[in-house]
């Protein structure tokens, strides 16, 4: 079935830095997600992209879905304490269902 | 706001008990699932619901049983618990398929279950 390789695991952090994370798949995809979890709760829909080449924004949060439709990237920029959490890429193609990265720990010193 | 409500929060089973995961939703969304996530696995997809009376498996069924009798539940029933169960349960609803614009997953705050 489809996979997807998210990198890096964890991340540590000074706050005010800014923080990259990918997901690369072996197969294409047509939606790429990202979703934040915090801990204790659920994920949570952070952006989500429909088109390759597509580079979208939420606040300090940017992402864009790869030319090859293989990847993603997810940035946040000036990091702040409440940004601490598991960050999962998901992915989408064909009549798969959505599959999930093995997630990104953020963790973030003051 | 309730959106996606899941009970117990916690759960600890004896190996070959049995038990229910209950999840149900206010947002009158057609789709439900059932995930569970290990550390450093992400989520897997063990069944999934497109409407009221239709369950399909997902990725890792074995060992679990769905039903669907309302819009609103979709109960998670593990029948002989295992170790290899421990983990920590989501239930989410979408309005539509994902991978569209109304495929938005909404979770729930999860079950966290230990077969002992």
């Known amino acids: 079935g489809q996979q997807l390789n998210q990198s890096p695991q964890s991340m540590f952090i000074q706050e005010g830095e800014d923080v990259s994370m990918n997901c690369t798949s072996s197969?294409?995809?047509?939606?790429w997600l990202w979703y934040k979890q915090d801990p204790g709760e659920g994920p949570v829909l952070l952006i989500a992209?429909?088109?390759?080449?597509e580079l979208t924004s939420n606040g300090r949060l940017t992402a864009q879905f790869g030319i090859t439709r293989k990847d993603s990237f997810l940035n946040i920029s000036a990091s702040i304490p409440s940004d601490v959490g598991i960050y999962f890429c998901?992915?989408?193609?064909?009549?798969?269902?959505?599959?999930f990265g093995q997630g990104t720990r953020l963790t973030i010193n003051p | 706001n309730a959106g996606v409500t899941q009970t117990p929060k916690f759960r600890i089973l004896k190996i070959g008990q049995s038990m229910t995961l209950q999840c149900t939703q206010d947002m009158n969304h057609n789709y439900m699932y059932w995930y569970r996530q290990d550390p450093g696995m992400g989520l897997k997809l063990i069944y999934y619901s497109v409407g009221a009376g239709i369950t399909d498996k997902g990725e890792v069924p074995n060992g679990y049983n769905v039903s669907r009798s309302t819009t609103e539940d979709f109960p998670l029933r593990l029948e002989l618990a295992a170790p290899s169960q421990t983990s920590v349960y989501f239930c989410?609803?979408?309005?539509?398929?994902?991978?569209?614009?109304?495929?938005?997953?909404?979770f729930g705050e999860g079950s966290r279950l230990t077969v002992l």
């Open positions: 197969s294409i995809f047509n939606t």
């Open positions: 992209l429909y088109k390759a080449g």
């Open positions: 989410a609803s979408s309005p539509g398929a994902t991978g569209g614009a109304s495929g938005e997953l909404f």
């Open positions: 998901a992915g989408q193609g064909g009549a798969q269902k959505l599959v």
